[in-house]
């Protein structure tokens, strides 16, 4: 591998963690991340209670949630007086550059149990986080629609005011329960 300093490495592995939109991944794969229409900005007010005590109150003890179609934040307490905050709105892709969520512990874990055999360690990586990735998908794609769709806030408040139906959960895709009007 060359750096832009003109420096040069050889490596058994090179990790791309340079996002969804990696420059690395085309060079190993034809694999292309799909963008779903939301863009999203996480962000951290530390020692909030202190430093930021207008929006300590606004969180109150628990979470925020203000949403509307297509665009909302969701702000949550964490510890140590932290706020947790995750900002949505529905742009073109251009628009904002995605977040890769690789699970970097899954990889590390497999180079560990596979220390001498790189193809096999990225088999095993590959093999638990694809199954993941796909759940995660389907998952994100409800509570995207559910937090910023058409039927913003009330999709939300439904999910907690209506019970599931058997077997169902609050979070899961499946459930019609959830959505039902009263």
């Known amino acids: 591998m060359t750096f832009t300093d003109g420096t040069t490495i050889t490596t058994g592995l090179l990790v791309g963690a340079d996002g969804a939109w990696s420059r690395v991944r085309p060079l190993l794969s034809d694999a292309t991340p ?14 909030a209670d202190t430093l930021h005590p207008a929006a300590a109150k606004a969180v109150g003890g628990g979470s925020l949630f203000a949403l509307a179609p297509g665009k909302g934040f969701l702000t949550h307490r964490e510890k140590g007086g932290t706020l947790h905050t995750y900002v949505m709105l529905a742009r073109p892709r251009d628009w904002f550059a995605a977040i890769d969520f690789t699970d970097a512990a899954e990889l590390g874990k497999a180079l560990a149990a596979h220390p001498d055999d790189l193809e096999t360690a990225l088999t095993a ?58």
């Open 34 to 47: 799909e963008y779903i229409g939301m863009s999203g900005v996480e962000t951290y007010l530390f020692d």
């Open 125 to 182: 990586y590959e093999q638990a986080m694809f199954p993941r990735s796909a759940a995660a998908a389907v998952e994100g794609a409800f509570v995207h629609e559910l937090f910023y769709g058409d039927d913003a806030p009330h999709g939300l408040i439904n999910m907690f005011t209506v019970a599931p139906s058997a077997g169902g959960s609050l979070l899961s895709p499946d459930d019609d329960e959830h959505a039902a009007e009263d």
